[in-house]
């Protein structure tokens, strides 16, 4: 993952988990086109998904990777889902900087 991918992880978390690519361009400093093709990459690595053609929403995967990177470790971070890269081997709820 790259830093500027990083970065557009850290924009939408910040963002409530939701935002526009529009917003992801300003905040991260980079042209519309290239904010548009910076989701794309983490829409294929399932880190992120499109709820329009521009609103860019975080999933579970994404939060992780913010979390292995301690990037807002501060932050109250919910992950549901299956977390046995974590040693855990069932569906639960992971809450870091709680």
């Keep these: 993952m790259t830093t500027n ?3 557009v992880l850290e924009v939408i978390w910040d963002w409530g988990g939701e935002a526009s690519v529009d ?3 300003r905040e991260v400093r980079v042209s519309i086109d290239y904010a548009r093709l910076l989701g794309e990459s983490l829409k294929k690595e399932g880190c992120i998904d499109f709820l329009r053609s521009k609103l860019c929403k975080i999933k579970s995967k ?3 990777e913010l979390v292995k990177r301690n990037i807002k470790s501060s932050s109250k971070i919910v ?3 299956n977390l046995s890269n974590l040693g855990r081997n069932k569906k ?3 809450i870091v900087g709680y």
């Design 92 to 94: 639960e709820k992971l």
């Design 5 to 7: 991918e990083l970065k």
């Design 62 to 64: 994404g939060k992780m």
């Design 79 to 81: 992950v549901n889902g």
């Design 23 to 25: 917003i992801i361009a």
